[in-house]
């Protein structure tokens, strides 16, 4: 018995592959039918409008809210389908990635990886791309299977997209180097930074295996990059103006610093500048020649802010000197010496320091009198009880010992230097004071020490006192990275926009929906059309560690003769292959008469609606564990509200006016269905299964709305509907069975569409097969097993195999016995 059970999975399985490689092999040979038997008429069949039917079905079928497995496999073969009847249908092909990727019990990856070879193009958005790679590697039992799929991948695929190039060199490198092979994985990730400057995870395995690190212009150009990628991402930030800072870049440092100010303020409105920003800041506006004055007007915003930073109170007291107002120099210098003694000296020391101080204690003030307002027995003083309270600091020694030079006593701190040293350890402080020492007997090494020194800390106040020793002595410092050189490759790059200025983020993106007008009559199918603009003077990076995540949704209100909200009536993620130049736009076509809206418009002809649709940005506002972030599309907490949003959601209103209903209004639409165009009859009936449900939806229950009913009404509806059903031109009777599919049919109605599983052209008996399946349920199991076992149209054999039909031995199409059809009449 397990045996036989055992036998028939695998046959069932066998053949849910087989039917995808058959779709594979039907969507690009665009074959109409898979054998030309006595019941298809034509050789082949043409029609986008049917096409387009069949996709709608499918994609409702995709998206619905149960979305099972047979589901999948349903809107797989109205796909195929709509291909087979228009082959220009390219819309199709990233549903039909999505719908075979979600497959976990099955292997389609000879569909998948036919569909992406054919989808993939300089347009080809990487998500649906990346969802059809990773399928395909997970289908896979070994690294060396997964890492020649990807070469094949990268063969067939290379060139085509950018983007694409980009990612599978990243996932070679990345297996290269788990092998140890260094060399080809340095090949891969080079490509990958060629193919996207901004993909920062194959630049940082580059650096990583470089022999040698790479030159300061591209590390400092890939940081600029990162903050091109997302504006708001305040660790990127920072870093490039901390990497521009130690190269000696101060001009640009300081407008860094200052974009990282005016960051952090836009993402904490409430919160003050900390000092990580401000001090570095004024230590670079400090070096520059013509901003020096910036550290006097930060020191003042750091005072409005009911703070005291000796050291940044220090920074600015040089600065004044600097630029000749001695008088404020002395007035700041000795007020923040005062200020910084009374509060370790005075009551104040028993107290828990408050958020109100800051970098004030022993060996903050040991430094500022040693080398911001320069003073013998103060430094020797707060030195000594820095290194009372911590003996095993090196900085509390090192500054020892440069006060004890300051005082004279060289021995001393000669002595302190060198116990440290033994130790292993060290301080540019000590080695400032070393060479101090050794100028006049050793002066060589004392020249060296302080190159080494400035080095170290090139913009502090301590490599400053080294400048004017090493000055003194004769000798000058000459940084091993020359600035210019630098600043003169990353303008070459960036140009004007070297660092940007900080722009409010509502004012970089604008977004917009568009539809092709406001008002909509009964059974138009009005799409939309999301439009990303770059308004900034930056490429718009739109990815998941992109100011914009990708994310898209939209939610529907309905209003008017009935009230409804449909939250995620759209939800979709985007990443598109190329940045969105600045002054440009990205469009994303999107579906809105779907899921809930949809069954409310089509069942309801004689409602009154507004619809209004809001649109919101997945939306990235910090990349920082401190900072947080928000993404609306990954919210856990439902609909948010629009003050939740920097970028803030779009709204769009159309209408659907209801159809006014009068019998000459009726009759005239029923006479079409015999001397209309085929658009005419199709749109004819369209209304008359509308009108219908209408009646349906509204028995045995209070209206929610005035509508007009007639006793007279309900048979005129199913007459037109059994017309349509039964009209001459096969597309009109396609049209007519796609629009029943919400509605219960009665006998009469049932028996109409079983006629049509006679007919000779197969997208007929296709959606007749699948409308009855829809209302007899389990009944219908034996005209499906018929149909898998006969119907020559492959399109309607897949989808009675589709709808349940039990697997035959034999894939081939037989002819029937008369004994097999008889059973099969009887039950329709």
């Excluded at 043409?46 to 994609?59: D, H, R, T």
């Excluded at 390219?90 to 999505?98: T, V």
Aim: contains cysteine.
């Amino acid at each position: 018995m397990s045996g036989d059970i055992k036998t028939k999975k695998s046959k069932a399985k066998s053949f849910v592959f087989y039917l995808f490689i058959f779709a594979f092999l039907s969507f690009f040979c665009s074959l109409s039918v898979y054998a030309q038997g006595v019941r298809d008429s034509g050789n082949s069949l043409f029609s986008p409008s049917v096409g387009q039917k069949f996709y709608e079905i499918a994609y409702e079928l995709a998206n619905s809210e149960e979305n099972h497995r047979q589901q999948i496999v349903q809107a797989m073969v109205f796909l195929n389908a709509t291909r087979i009847l228009d082959t220009r249908a390219d819309y199709i092909l990233p549903d039909m990635i999505r719908l075979a990727s979600q497959s976990s019990d099955e292997d389609y990856s000879g569909l998948v990886q036919a569909l992406l070879v054919n989808y993939v193009d300089e347009s080809a958005d990487l998500e649906v791309a990346e969802l059809a790679i990773q399928y395909l590697i997970n289908q896979l039992d070994s690294r060396e299977q997964r890492e020649e799929l990807l070469g094949t991948l990268l063969q067939n695929l290379s060139g085509k997209n950018s983007g694409l190039d980009s990612e599978l060199h990243t996932m070679l490198g990345l297996w290269a180097a788990e092998k140890a092979d260094t060399k080809a994985a340095q090949v891969h990730f080079m490509r990958a930074v060629n193919a996207d400057k901004y993909n920062r995870l194959a630049f940082s395995k580059l650096t990583e295996l470089m022999d040698q690190p790479p030159e300061p212009a591209i590390v400092l150009g890939q940081l600029r990059l990162g903050l091109d990628k997302n504006p708001l991402d305040i660790e990127a930030a920072v870093s490039f103006a901390r990497s521009a800072e130690r190269l000696g870049l101060y001009d640009t440092a300081v407008k860094a610093y200052e974009y990282c100010a005016d960051l952090f303020r836009f993402l904490h409105p409430s919160a003050a500048v900390p000092a990580d920003i401000y001090l570095p800041w004024m230590i670079s506006s400090y070096n520059t020649q013509r901003d020096q004055h910036k550290c006097l007007q930060i020191i003042k915003t750091v005072r409005d802010s009911g703070r005291f930073d000796l050291l940044a109170e220090a920074i600015a007291g040089r600065a004044a000197a600097k630029i000749g107002d001695d008088q404020q120099a002395s007035r700041i210098l000795a007020d923040a010496g005062e200020k910084a003694q009374a509060f370790l000296t005075g009551p104040q020391k028993r107290l828990v320091r408050t958020a109100n101080y800051e970098n004030v204690g022993a060996e903050h003030l040991a430094w500022f009198y040693c080398f911001a307002q320069p003073h013998a027995d103060n430094a020797v003083d707060w030195a000594n009880k820095a290194y009372s309270i911590e003996p095993n600091s090196p900085t509390s020694a090192a500054l020892l010992a440069y006060a004890l030079v300051m005082n004279g006593q060289n021995d001393w701190a000669k002595q302190l230097i060198e116990t440290y040293q033994q130790a292993g350890q060290t301080d540019p402080i000590a080695d400032l004071a070393l060479a101090q020492i050794q100028l006049q007997q050793q002066r060589d090494s004392a020249v060296e020490a302080l190159k080494s020194v400035i080095a170290a800390d090139p913009g502090s106040l301590v490599a400053e006192r080294a400048r004017q020793l090493l000055t003194g002595s004769g000798a000058e410092y000459v940084p091993p990275i020359d600035p210019d050189v630098v600043l003169m490759t990353l303008r070459n790059n960036f140009r004007e926009t070297l660092v940007p200025e900080f722009v409010d983020p509502r004012e970089l993106i604008s977004v917009q929906l568009n539809v092709r007008g406001s008002k909509f009559s009964y059974g138009s199918e009005f799409g939309g059309t999301v439009v990303i603009t770059n308004n900034s003077s930056s490429p718009l990076v739109i990815s998941e560690d992109g100011l914009l995540s990708g994310g898209i949704r939209i939610d529907a209100n309905v209003s008017g003769d009935i009230s409804e909200e449909i939250p995620n009536l759209v939800s979709e993620q985007i990443r598109p292959s190329l940045p969105v130049e600045p002054g440009h736009s990205f469009l994303v076509p999107v579906r809105l008469v779907t899921g809930r809206l949809r069954r409310i418009l089509l069942t309801y002809p004689q409602a009154s609606l507004d619809i209004e649709f809001t649109v919101y940005l997945g939306f990235h506002f910090a990349k920082s564990s401190e900072m947080g972030s928000l993404d609306p599309i990954a919210t856990d907490q439902g609909k948010l509200p629009d003050s939740h949003y920097y970028i803030k959601p779009v709204k769009l209103t159309v209408t659907r006016p209801r159809v006014e209903l009068t019998h000459r209004f009726l009759q005239n639409r029923f006479n079409s269905l015999t001397k209309g165009r085929q658009g005419q009859k199709i749109k004819a009936v369209g209304l008359f299964i509308g009108l219908l449900a209408e009646q349906n939806a509204m028995a045995n229950r209070q209206p929610l709305y005035e509508f007009m009913y007639a006793d007279w009404m309900p048979p005129l509806l199913r007459s037109a509907i059994l017309h349509g059903l039964a009209d001459d031109d096969w597309v009109v009777k396609v049209h007519t069975m796609a629009g029943m599919i919400s509605l219960p049919l009665d006998f009469e109605m049932m028996n109409a569409v079983a006629e049509n599983l006679n007919d000779t052209h197969w997208p007929i008996r296709m959606i007749a097969l699948f409308l009855l399946a829809e209302n007899q349920g389990d009944s219908f199991k034996k005209v499906l097993d018929h149909t898998a076992r006969y119907d020559p149209s492959r399109p309607v054999h897949d989808t009675a195999i589709a709808l349940g039909a039990e697997v035959p031995e034999t894939l081939s199409p037989q002819q029937p016995t008369p004994a097999d059809q008889e059973e099969a009449e009887s039950v329709r």
